[in-house]
């Protein structure tokens, strides 16, 4: 099994701006994602009107709530929120290095899934940076659980998800997705899954200030009588679990690096996906820290990656 094109680090070939609504404040909001030099990661960085900033590198240790939804940073002045759909595309496209400038408190919703990202990136382009990429290499399971709830990684060759959700919506019930992540495979099974919510919940979380930019135009709706309101209906018949394997990409791309192995979960979201990742990153004895041989190939099989020193970088992944 490979991992695609290997060895160097990433970034974008020039910046490329978006603008839309945030799904929570629904307040308007801009983004520009700019290229960023190797060794960079990825920086959301919160522009203020008095022209200061805020800057968060997108790494487990800056998460803060995940109720709802991905925040890096713990002050709703300064955080910058939903991260997840931006994350999974980055990570599925291998970007490495990029900051995204955004001048409001969370990312836009646009049309609820990673899609628009993505479009967006492609239309600039990617290029190769002259510095090795390193990759987080699973070595032995983690798991969590919670309640019913469970996540965990496991040893594998390649970048595998296996997701399930298990909703009392008869409309949803229980649905699973499995597959190697790749970026073509992301781009066609995951990238166009948007988010959705119950009716029923609307005023309660308008009530609590929550979902205030949410409509039929980036979520997708259920009715009290379990039917899809959206006219157009559903992109995958199972577009459920897909959305929520997308989240899961995303939350997970903030190990600060690409991995190898596979994560499982069960009735999981965006705190199962956090926790796991902690615990991760959190035993030194369940990963290592690998890069590609010297040789440059196109392409080469997961187990061929070597361990690399980095004892001194280790707490930059988590």
């Known amino acids: ?9 990433t970034t974008i070939a020039a910046p490329v701006s978006l603008t839309g609504i945030g799904v929570h404040s ?4 801009s983004i520009t994602f700019q290229p960023a030099e ?11 009107d008095d022209g200061s900033s805020a800057e968060y590198r997108a790494v487990s240790s800056q998460v803060g709530p995940t109720d709802l939804c991905t925040i890096l940073g713990s002050s709703p002045a300064t955080w910058v929120a ?6 999974a595309a980055l990570y599925a496209l291998g970007i490495d290095n990029v900051t995204v400038d955004v001048d409001g408190a969370e990312m836009p919703i646009m049309d609820g899934s990673s899609y628009p990202f993505i479009d967006a990136i492609e239309q600039v382009g990617i290029v190769n940076l002259n510095v090795k990429r390193r990759y987080i290499r699973v070595i032995k399971p983690v798991r969590i659980e ?5 996540s965990e990684f496991r040893p594998h060759d390649g970048t595998r998800f296996e997701v399930e959700i298990d909703f009392a919506s008869p409309l949803i019930g229980r649905q699973s997705w499995n597959g190697e992540l790749t970026a073509a495979r992301f781009k066609q099974d995951l990238s166009r899954a948007r988010t959705f919510g119950f009716m029923r919940d609307v005023e309660r979380l308008w009530a609590a200030g929550y979902a205030l930019g949410s409509s039929l135009e980036n979520s997708v709706v259920i009715s009290d009588d379990e039917t899809v309101v959206n006219v157009e209906g559903l992109r995958y018949q199972d577009e459920f679990v897909r959305h929520k394997t997308l989240d899961a990409v995303g939350d997970l791309a903030l190990a600060g690096a690409q991995f190898i192995g596979c994560y499982r979960s069960y009735r999981g979201g965006h705190k199962m996906n956090a926790n796991a990742l902690k615990a991760l990153l959190n035993d030194p004895t369940a990963y290592e ?4 041989p010297s040789s440059r190939v196109a392409r080469v099989r997961a187990g061929d990656f070597v361990p690399v020193s980095v004892s001194e970088l280790a707490p930059s992944f988590a």
């Open 289 to 292: 820290i690998v890069e590609a």
């Open 26 to 29: 629904g307040s308007p909001v």
């Open 82 to 87: 939903t991260i997840e759909h931006v994350m």
């Open 1 to 9: 099994m490979t991992i695609g094109l290997l060895g160097f680090q």
């Open 146 to 150: 919670s309640g019913a709830s469970w």
């Open 38 to 48: 190797a060794n960079s990661g990825i920086i959301f960085a919160r522009q203020f």
